[in-house]
Nanobody, 124 residues
Framework: QVQLVESGGGLVQAGGSLRLSCAASFTTYAMGWFRQGPGKEREFVAT????????YYSDSVKGRFTISRDNAKNTVSLQMDSLKPEDTAVYYC????????????????????WGQGTQVTVSS
């Protein structure tokens, strides 16, 4: 099973930017980012296909966040721009362990491997 380690979280003011990175122990199938805000359930943020050619975003981050991957380095990144206080959450990197979930899965159950999470705090 792939091991995932996130980095890049921190504190930023509203309107600012952060870039999250996730290092995988080897190249996997689709990868995604999820987040869990205070008192909320974990929710889907973005997903990217194995090739990197296909991406999909939640409506709440579309146009502000960009997911990308570098298979040569076994990394996936999440560029977060125009951050809002409601983006405050623990962000988790996830990897699908099979092609059966499709190129750009969005459900938690589609992902078999998870990182430990990194905190992102956006102040108003």
């Amino acid at each position: 099973q792939v091991q995932l380690v996130e980095s890049g979280g921190g504190l930023v003011q509203a309107g600012g930017s952060l870039r999250l990175s996730c290092a995988a122990s080897f190249t996997t199938y689709a990868m995604g980012w999820f987040r869990q805000g205070p008192g909320k359930e974990r929710e889907f943020v973005a997903t990217i296909s194995r090739s990197g050619r296909s991406t999909y975003y939640s409506d709440s981050v579309k146009g502000r966040f960009t997911i990308s991957r570098d298979n040569a380095k076994n990394t996936v990144s999440l560029q977060m721009d125009s951050l809002k206080p409601e983006d405050t959450a623990v962000y988790y990197c996830a990897a699908a362990n099979t092609l059966r979930v499709g190129a750009t899965p969005t459900a938690e159950t589609d992902f078999g491997s998870w990182g430990q999470g990194t905190q992102v705090t956006v102040s108003s």
